[in-house]
């Protein structure tokens, strides 16, 4: 017998045997879970579907139930005319609530994971559309709020979902490619910053140097709890500039939300402050999530950040960190991929399963996603000697 039940918080979970089963990824874990869920920008609202197989736990999904209205979320006022036309129809036709199996706040595919030798991948999934179908109802019920979109978030392309597409299909999902998560494979052989350095081809290795020269007296600095207390607002400050010139975003976090990550994950979360004459002018925060280091939200001051070249040194750090810390991967997520390429990350394609539960609006699913995500044009960088 097959079954599932809802939880909406992270303290109803059977935590034992849902941490047992998840220990490969710390955002499925509760104690991430429990972070964000005290952190999570006021958009967004969580529910913790629970699988079992003859009463034993062998699945998991994390549904975030977010209202999403666009309009907000387009961040920079010099637009066209045709263009803000362009926006404001995208924003009466798919504003609303949504749900996201996943994780809307960060890169990757940490939304579901089953036991494969106990449920097959049908299974699970039928079991995750029926779980879906009952918050739906559950959200109109509580709310009266008619759910308009339904999202599978960020498959890497050799991901076992794939194989049940015809599933997608007869429940009228669309297969979308979104942007690439830049992913850098760290070497065997990279025992120290410099075994780094050595791999880089003349041109890069003088790239590194340059950019370390730039610093230019910053100092960096590792934050424990007790000093993200005290820069909090600055912290906040310096991500909000970041934030705020980005051109289309679905979230504002809260100003609590990086103490909560600390408070909770403890040393799994880093936050690294750039300091130049005590100042604190950027910084950049890190997940340490088993063997991967996943590179998590950052901020900078403007003025330095192209003086002293502070987004390339934190990418650099971030690599540094990684190599000194024995992790395999280093997870830099979408955007900015030319620039993350130049230091060493390729790109691995990704994908989505969206629905949006109007069946006219969602037959037209695929032009409307096309006008809300461009295709960029960038180019690959290949900074590594053998690349």
């Keep these: 017998m097959i079954e599932f039940k809802l939880f909406t918080s992270v303290t109803e979970l059977p ?9 490969h990824d710390i955002f499925l874990q509760t104690t991430y879970l429990e972070a964000a869920s005290k952190a999570l920008p006021k958009t967004i609202g969580m529910c913790y579907v629970a699988v079992f197989k003859n009463h034993q736990l062998v699945g998991v999904a994390v549904i975030q139930h977010v209202q999403l209205y666009l309009k907000d979320m387009f961040r920079h006022d010099d637009v066209t005319c045709i263009k803000e036309v362009v926006q404001n129809a995208l924003s009466k036709v798919l504003k609303g609530h949504i749900l996201v199996v996943g994780n809307l706040t960060h890169t990757g595919q940490h939304g579901i994971y089953f036991n494969t030798e106990m449920i097959s991948e049908g299974e699970f999934l039928n079991v995750v559309f ?41 429940n009228k999902f669309h297969k979308l490619n979104v942007q690439p998560n830049m992913i850098m494979l760290t070497q065997k052989i990279w025992l120290k910053p410099q075994d780094y350095l050595d791999a880089l ?5 003088t790239r590194y140097k340059r950019a370390r020269k730039k610093r230019n007296g910053i100092v960096t600095k590792e934050l424990d709890l007790n000093a993200l207390k005290e820069s909090s607002n600055t912290i906040y400050n310096l991500y909000k500039h970041v934030s705020n010139n980005a051109s289309f975003n679905t979230f504002i976090l809260p100003e609590n939300h990086f103490l909560s990550l600390k408070e909770h994950l403890q040393h799994n979360f880093k936050v690294f402050g750039y300091y130049l004459n005590n100042e604190l002018i950027g910084f950049y925060s890190l997940i340490l999530n088993n063997d991967s280091l996943e590179t998590y939200f950052l901020g900078y001051d403007a003025e330095h950040q192209h003086s002293n070249q502070l987004y390339l040194n934190m990418l650099y750090d971030m690599a ?40 006219i609006v969602n037959a037209l699913l695929k032009p409307i996603f096309s006008l809300m995500n461009p295709s960029q044009d960038w180019e690959q960088r290949h900074p590594f000697k053998k690349d």
């Design 15 to 23: 935590k034992a045997s849902w941490n047992a089963l998840t220990r």
């Design 130 to 170: 029926n779980a879906i179908k009952s918050l739906k109802i559950r959200i109109k019920k509580e709310y009266n709020k008619t759910i308009r979109l339904i999202l599978f978030k960020d498959y890497f392309e050799g991901d076992i979902i794939h194989s049940e597409k015809h599933l997608f299909d007869t």
């Design 201 to 205: 081809t003349t041109k890069y290795r």
């Design 320 to 359: 540094v960190y990684a190599i000194e810390n024995n992790f395999k991967t280093v997870v830099y997520a979408r955007t900015a991929m030319e620039i993350k390429s130049s230091v060493g990350a390729k790109p691995e394609a990704m994908f989505m399963y969206l629905k949006y539960t109007n069946p």
